[in-house]
């Protein structure tokens, strides 16, 4: 059996529509044994990102101001996944726990985190996979930097213990222990991390577009998606503002020769970007 990373951007994981999606996708080639998750992402256009609401709930704690609400949107939203999708976890029990850690005035990479980490824990539950946590997995020094090599060898011994796992993206922690995260879309870095750990075949970032595409689709309709590019043509794009993939998702899998296949979760039959 072969080894396929397979990392879910926030719009695949948004609600349990995509979320059904998602487990199609996953269903459908039993290679997908580890799954990174992004916290849920926007529904519509004019929705909130979790991440987005919780780093607000982090601005309101530092100004005194009350932000039980505004944990409240992001718990419904949790809530009524659990219930669409039938699945069963405690949720409550995990709200529970971030709540008394919210009033102990967390940092902000504390609060941010659990938006994947609930969303990771919910898709476990969903896909019937087993859920591992990466806060002790990926590990910074005490200036924020990625402890490379010590992260490669911690994720490759804990996944060798499951042979399928869901994993949240966009965290670990530093030498406190205190959670730690990567820049905003890190999710995509955490992906590449697993797939560089488990040698992966092939690491997919499943994302809403279709891989690189010629031209820009707001502006040519049905713009047709570039079948493969070279990771220095990645490079050029990113320079141009293609937004795809974080850039620091490059360096891990690029020494060990996985390719990166973009993949759109609304549109599965198309084979996407191999870069
Ligand atoms: N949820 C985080 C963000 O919105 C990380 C990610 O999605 O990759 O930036």
């Known amino acids: 059996m072969g080894i396929k990373v397979a990392k879910f951007g926030g ?38 990102k979790i991440t987005d609401l919780l780093y607000l709930c982090k601005t309101h704690i530092d100004h005194n101001l009350p932000y039980d609400q505004i944990f409240q949107v992001v718990a419904d939203r949790f809530m009524a996944v659990e219930i669409n999708l039938g699945i069963e976890v405690d949720l409550l029990k995990h709200f529970e726990e971030i709540r008394e850690n919210l009033k102990k005035n ?89 797939a560089r750990a488990v040698n992966a075949d092939v690491y997919e970032n499943w994302t809403d577009v279709s891989g690189f595409l010629i031209a820009d689709p707001r502006i040519v309709k049905g713009s047709k998606s570039i079948e493969t590019i070279t990771y220095k043509e990645l490079r050029e794009l990113s320079y141009m503002g293609a937004s795809v993939l974080h850039e620091d998702a490059i360096f891990p899998v690029r020494n060990c020769g996985i390719p990166i296949n973009i993949r759109n979760t ?9 870069i």
């Open 11 to 48: 719009s695949s994981v948004a609600d349990g529509i995509q979320l059904t999606k998602t487990k199609h996708i996953i269903q459908a080639d039993p290679d997908r044994r580890y799954i990174v998750v992004s916290a849920p992402g926007k529904r519509f256009d004019s929705d909130n």
């Open 106 to 194: 967390p940092t902000a990479d504390y609060v941010a985190s659990r938006g994947e980490y609930l969303n990771a824990v919910l898709v476990a539950a969903f896909l019937e996979y087993d859920f591992v946590d990466t806060a002790n997995l990926i590990r910074f020094d005490s200036k924020g930097k990625l402890l490379a090599e010590e992260t490669n060898e911690a994720i490759r011994e804990e996944l060798s213990k499951h042979e399928r796992a869901v994993l949240p993206g966009f965290y670990g922690s530093g030498p406190d222990g205190n959670v730690r995260t990567f820049s905003r879309g890190g999710s995509d870095i955490t992906g590449a991390l697993v």
């Open 266 to 274: 609304n549109e599965p039959e198309n084979p996407g970007t191999i």
